[in-house]
């Protein structure tokens, strides 16, 4: 009997990637087993049902740094997705790691963002009593919400990517902890966020007029570069070298590199993140956020017309389906729910 495509491509990835790499044909499984694909590899299949979900396609509609902006050039979380992705992919083929696994995770990674950015999540960090982050709401994306509450039903390794790839202002290259728990692809994710953000971000700062170029840290231009692609070429060259030379058993980039990215991120919150005339929005954001979320949580009529099903007779669970709710809505969802919810309405009866 003649192998399937799926089969020549678990020998292909066994004759080419490192010893260290994940191979699809190993996975811990799902959390419902399902017959294998005859075209797909599991990792495949993983990533093909993220780029077809729903929550993937609303991601380009919230907000990456700067709130709903007019200019057809800033990016969304959807574009920033796309940049980890790419990032993702090439480092992971230079270091001959499954590039289906990286790419699955990359473009799952931020699924659970709400919108507004941090500020949607600082605000239902603040209101749920077990507190909100959107790697968990990710996770939760993928394992309860998608496909009317059935899940996508993905593989523990993507699960698990998605899952840790947030790391704050905190440590972007792994932990000892991380290589038990963690495949090298989903570590060559999390750096290729930081990667991808710290460099986007600033480029969006500069055509947004809050940071100009000659700001930038000068210890940042003199080691990765002055632009958005030398900074993106000098940290993946360096996470490539840096990781082959350790055999490429672990992911790794020289003190050098690793400092001017931390520099940059500094530079980014005291500059961009932080910076009054873009936090000004985001308060007025918050507060749609705060509005919303008590409207639908004390307003049985409200929760009937939007989120539909009957409202759960306890609060733990009503609190938990109106932060699905309000976390799954993209920008101008949220706005034009408020409109509607809050404002008056011309009067249209002639």
């Not at 996770?139 to 899952?163: A, S, W």
């Amino acid at each position: 009997m003649s192998p399937t495509t799926r089969e020549m491509l678990q020998q292909r990835e066994d004759s080419w990637l490192h010893p260290a790499a994940a191979r699809s044909a190993q996975t811990k499984g799902r959390l419902r087993p399902e017959p294998p694909c005859p075209l797909r590899t599991e990792f495949q299949r993983d990533r093909d049902r993220i780029l077809y979900s729903k929550a993937f396609r609303r991601l380009k509609h919230k907000t990456q740094v700067f709130l709903a902006p007019t200019g057809d050039h800033y990016r969304t979380r959807l574009t920033h997705t796309l940049e980890v992705a790419q990032i993702a992919r090439t480092i992971a083929r230079a270091l001959r790691l499954n590039e289906d696994l990286t790419e699955a995770i990359a473009l799952g990674h931020d699924l659970g963002h709400t919108p507004f950015g941090h500020a949607g999540e600082k605000v239902l960090n603040e209101l749920l009593p077990s507190g909100f982050r959107h790697h968990e709401q990710s996770l939760r994306v993928v394992d309860h919400l998608e496909k009317d509450g059935q899940g996508l039903n993905l593989t523990h390794e993507v699960r698990m990517g998605i899952f840790h790839h947030a790391k704050g202002r905190g440590a972007f290259l792994p932990s000892e902890a991380d290589y038990h728990r963690l495949t090298l692809e989903a570590m060559v994710v999390r750096a290729a966020d930081v990667m991808a953000y710290i460099a986007h971000d600033t480029d969006d700062a500069i055509r947004a007029g809050i940071i100009s170029p000659s700001q930038l840290p000068k210890d940042v231009t003199a080691t990765l570069g002055k632009t958005l692609g030398e900074q993106i070429d000098t940290m993946v060259k360096d996470i490539v070298s840096s990781s082959l030379a350790t055999g490429g058993y672990k992911i790794s980039m020289s003190p050098q590199v690793e400092q001017a990215m931390w520099s940059l991120r500094d530079f980014l919150y005291e500059h961009v993140y932080d910076n009054m005339e873009v936090h000004a929005d985001f308060l007025k954001a918050s507060k749609v956020i705060r509005e919303l979320m008590e409207a639908l949580m004390n307003d049985n009529q409200l929760w009937t017309t939007y989120i539909g099903s009957p409202p759960p007779p306890d609060q733990n669970s009503r609190l938990r389906t109106v932060a699905d709710y309000i976390a799954g809505m993209t920008d101008r969802f949220a706005l034009n729910l408020y409109h509607e919810i809050f404002l008056p309405r011309p009067w249209a009866r002639l």
